[in-house]
Structure formats: structure tokens, C-alpha cells
């Protein structure tokens, strides 16, 4: 792969939607247009009609990023959290174009991909870093698995059939115990995502906190619980039930056996978004979720007359 090019992103695609195919034609089109050099896996570049100008990348690791100023990743949530574990193992920012339903963790919309190559080849975006999760298991005191996670990590039973038996605790004391379909321990960018649909509050972006959201439990006491981002989370897995399973950001997991702990902290290494626009979260979540606001007038504004 040879990349003469002063200014280089890596391009990360969904290839089995259609609308991703057409929207990396029209990114890396427009990119080379302006001198701006392209990176593509070689396995997406096979479904996608790039020029010969793209740079092929055969092994997807994090090394295949070096030199690349962005990230551009095309897709719903699935392929934005593919990316987002690029951007955390090489501390490039991501870029993430959205073309599924929600996508809390895109900064554009299919309609804007005009105004995304302008941006980066202004050099007009921002980078904010995102508070991340590592995720350790324990067994009979041993550390068994290690993962980390941008949304959350999911503790979850197994089967359909019986619940997960579990005992929360918080910095080293218990809270509760009771049966569950599962706990999730999210970041607060993963507020929106599972711990949203099992119940939890949403939390701004900028506050740096910790969530404990159960699913489903049996119990009185089940409310989602916020802590200091510097709290340690566990869960522990009670020695008499069946294995449950940890899911990290959906996409990582990992058997977990009778009388497992799972821990889980503040990350080391946050993930890099890139932003192009200061607009707020709060207008973010009125448009993704199409809230209504008819009514709405506002603040008064009182006269300094």
C-alpha cells in the first residue's frame, strides 16, 4: 500500500446496505477530488467502486491507521461502534455518518455528505474525547476475561428459561440482590442506547458518571442507579444458577460461569469523536427521537430599558 498524499482518512463502510455503497462513492470521490487521500479494508473495497487512487489495507488492526488525520465510518449502530473500537486502539477520531434509524453517535445524516467533505477538507470539526468502560471477570478470584466498552457492558442470563440470580455492589459495599434478565453498566453515551431501552435515565454527554441499570428484575428495589465516574461497579453472578453471558457495546461476549464478578471502572483510553457543528444534545435528542415541542415559547426575555 503506498500513500503519497500529505493528508490521508481511513474510510469504514456497512457494504451490504446500498446506501452505504453509494455514500463512500460520493465521500472518497470528493475527498480525492481536493487531494485528500483514502484507506479502505481491502475485503469492503471489493464491494464498493472506488477508484484506483484508494489505498487497500488487508489486515484490519490498528496500525492500518496510521497517518490518517479521521476516521469516516458510513452505517447504522452497529458499524459506529465497529469503528469506535479503530478509533480507540489508534487514537484516530471518528467520523461517523449515519445510516440506520437512530445513531446517537454520528455527527451527520445520509443528506449531509456534501457538507461532511467540505468540513474535512476545511479542517472545520472539532474532537471531544468519550468516557469509555474497562470490564474485568473474575473467577474464584482470578481474572478470567478483560473488554472494555463506548456504551456498556451488558451482565445477562443465558437462557429464556430461568433468570440470573445477582448481588450489586458499589465501591466494595453490596447494594441488592435479586433475579434479573441482566444489569447493564453504561457510560453516558451509552444512556441512549441498551440502558435506555431497559429503563435508564438519558445523561448528558459532558457529565461524567457511571450507570447501573437493571433489566426486568424481580424486585422492589430496581431503579437505575447514577455514581461518580470513579465509582467501581460490579455485578456478581450467584454459584448455584446456570452461565450467563457479558456483552460488551452488543458486539464482544463471553460465557459466564456460576459465581462470576464482573467489574467494571472508567476507561483508560477514551474514544475520539469529531465533531462539525456545536449544536446541543438536547436538540440532538428532540431530532432522533422526534420529540414534539409545539407549545413552546421559551425563556422570557425581560428589557434592560
Known amino acids: 500500500m503506498t500513500q503519497n498524499r500529505a493528508r490521508t482518512v481511513f474510510l469504514l463502510a456497512h457494504t451490504g446496505r446500498p446506501a452505504a455503497i ?35 489495507v488487508k489486515e484490519a488492526t490498528p496500525q492500518c491507521l496510521d497517518g490518517c488525520e479521521l476516521l469516516i465510518v458510513l452505517g447504522g449502530d452497529g458499524t459506529l461502534l465497529r469503528g469506535a473500537e479503530f478509533a480507540r486502539a489508534s487514537g484516530v477520531p471518528m467520523l461517523g455518518v449515519n445510516l440506520g434509524r437512530v445513531g446517537f453517535l454520528a455527527e451527520a445524516e445520509r443528506d449531509d455528505l456534501d457538507r461532511v467533505v467540505d468540513r474535512v477538507v476545511a479542517r472545520s470539526y472539532e474532537v471531544e474525547e468519550r468516557m469509555t468502560v474497562d470490564v474485568v471477570v473474575h473467577r474464584n478470584g482470578d481474572i478470567v476475561h478483560t473488554d472494555w466498552a463506548l456504551n456498556e457492558a451488558a451482565v445477562q442470563k443465558a437462557g429464556a428459561e430461568k433468570l440470573l440470580e445477582v448481588v450489586l455492589e458499589i465501591d466494595g459495599r453490596p447494594v441488592t440482590g435479586f433475579g434479573c434478565d441482566g444489569v447493564v453498566l453504561s457510560t453516558p453515551t451509552g444512556s441512549t442506547a441498551y440502558a435506555f431501552s431497559a429503563g435508564g ?29 470513579d465509582s467501581v461497579l ?22 459466564l460461569p456460576p459465581g462470576a464478578r464482573v467489574e467494571v471502572r472508567r476507561g483508560a483510553v477514551p474514544v475520539r469523536l469529531a465533531r462539525l457543528h456545536h449544536s446541543s444534545f438536547t436538540d440532538r435528542i428532540v431530532a432522533k427521537f422526534a420529540l414534539p415541542t409545539t407549545g413552546w415559547r421559551g425563556a422570557p426575555h425581560h428589557s434592560t430599558e
Open 234 to 255: 460490579a455485578v456478581e453472578v450467584l454459584p448455584h444458577i446456570p452461565p450467563g453471558v457479558l456483552w460488551c457495546d452488543g458486539r464482544r461476549t463471553v460465557e
Open 22 to 56: 453509494r455514500s463512500a462513492e460520493l465521500v472518497v470521490k470528493g475527498l480525492l477530488r481536493h487531494g485528500i487521500g483514502v484507506r479502505v479494508l481491502e475485503e469492503e473495497a471489493r464491494d464498493l467502486p472506488l477508484p484506483d487512487e484508494v489505498g487497500l
Open 201 to 229: 435515565p438519558v445523561v448528558w454527554p459532558e457529565v461524567e458518571a457511571l450507570l447501573m441499570v437493571p433489566i426486568s428484575a424481580h424486585a422492589l428495589f430496581a431503579k437505575p442507579l447514577v455514581t461518580s465516574p
